[in-house]
């Protein structure tokens, strides 16, 4: 039984934040939103019959941006209602909406509930205005209150937020406050990321002009480990690099990416990784749309992954977790000459101490954390 994750990428926001490198469009019509989704409905059908995806067990959906949250709840239930055409959903299928805050009503939660959404991700970023109008995010204060007071108070279980660290001018003492502000609305989850800074985004270039406006490498990594000492002692389990959540509410779409399992990308940008191949859709709504109109697949750039490559991956992707890397599984699926050169690498990262292991398991120790990225580079090529 073929089992498989699907994200939707909605693309349209209210605004464009500073710091953002996704691909997104401003919202500027109702009409966007439909000729969208029907564009993905087409995508769908394409890429079910392309790569004989039909009757697939669906283990997780989520819709993803962007902000997916301007959708209207019925157009949510109609889309999970029509993947049903091609694929059943799994016993325990996780269901995920990122929402904006500002963007939604306790209606709209409700009615997204009962069409089948079981799990909301809010993109806080941070509780404080200098920040939220730094960023232009498009929300203010009392939206984030309004939609976390919505989560915790109306018997919404599995949701979790994110946060930003690293904005221009804070400190630690202010960081310790956004992370407590979260904690008192009691999320099951907890994503914590570091502030972009990718060009061309208007924040990158200010950081360019004023480099020292900003935390240094130091000081962030000493609030991260503050903050994931300060959320493990609460309960909440590190189970990747930026994320945290109480027992039994892991984020399993995001898992399965990790564990290097087969998912389906729709939308703008999106990403598909489909028999041992990685593919992208075109970045521009455009030439995306013009591909469909024409009865095309909207992909841009496609990679089959050689063995040694997808090894790399999957120790890149695994090492990101908890759960880590069992090096035996890995002789099982790969030539032992390849694996036992990983295993020599490792070795050397855990005798200095950027790694752990239990039995054949590898994982990041607290300090390789920190260093995450350059504990990959030693060890893939
Ligand atoms: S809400 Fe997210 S996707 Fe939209 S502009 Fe801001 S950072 Fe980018």
Request: include cysteine; charge should be neutral; charged fraction near 25%.
């Amino acid at each position: 039984m073929r089992t498989l994750s699907l994200y939707l990428h909605f693309p349209f926001c209210l605004g464009k934040c500073t710091y953002c490198d996704f691909a997104s469009y401003p919202w500027s019509s109702h009409h966007d939103r439909n000729s969208y989704l029907a564009l993905v409905c087409t995508e769908l059908s394409l890429k079910v019959k392309f790569f004989e995806l039909e009757g697939s067990v669906l283990e997780s959906v989520y819709f993803g941006g962007g902000t997916p949250s301007l959708l209207d709840a019925p157009s949510i239930s109609s889309f999970l209602l029509y993947l049903q055409r091609f694929f059943r959903y799994s016993g325990k299928v996780e269901i995920t909406v990122e929402v904006n805050p500002g963007t939604v009503d306790q209606n709209w939660i409700r009615e997204v509930a009962r069409g089948g959404v079981n799990r909301i991700q809010v993109g806080v970023q941070s509780f404080d205005q200098r920040f939220l109008l730094f960023a232009k995010r498009a929300c203010k204060v009392e939206d984030i209150y309004a939609i976390l007071e919505l989560l915790s108070t109306q018997g919404f279980q599995n949701w979790g937020a994110d946060l930003i660290y690293g904005w221009p001018f804070q400190g630690f003492a202010e960081w310790q406050k956004e992370v407590k502000e979260l904690l008192k609305f009691e999320p099951c989850h907890v994503s914590i990321y570091e502030l972009s800074l990718h060009f061309p985004s208007p924040m990158a270039w200010f950081a360019k002009r004023h480099p020292r406006s900003f935390p240094s490498d130091d000081e962030k990594a000493n609030w991260f480990s503050w903050t994931r000492e300060w959320l493990i002692q609460r309960g909440y389990l590190h189970y990747e690099i930026s994320n945290f959540a109480k027992p039994g509410f892991e984020c399993q779409h995001n898992l399965r990416y990790w564990r290097n399992e087969e998912y389906l990308g729709l939308g703008v940008a999106a990403w598909s990784y489909l028999r041992g191949e990685r593919h992208r859709n075109s970045r521009h709504l455009r030439n995306y749309r013009f591909h469909l109109e024409n009865g095309s697949l909207p992909i841009e750039y496609r990679e089959a992954l050689s063995l040694p490559q997808r090894l790399d991956e999957e120790i890149f992707l695994r090492l990101r977790t908890s759960e880590g890397l069992d090096t035996e599984i890995l002789s099982q699926r790969y030539p032992v000459a390849l694996v036992k050169e990983k295993i020599e690498r490792m070795e050397f990262l855990l005798q200095e101490g950027f790694l752990q292991k239990e039995g054949s398991r590898y994982f990041l120790s607290a300090k390789g954390m920190l260093v995450a990225n350059q504990v990959f580079s030693e060890i893939i090529d």
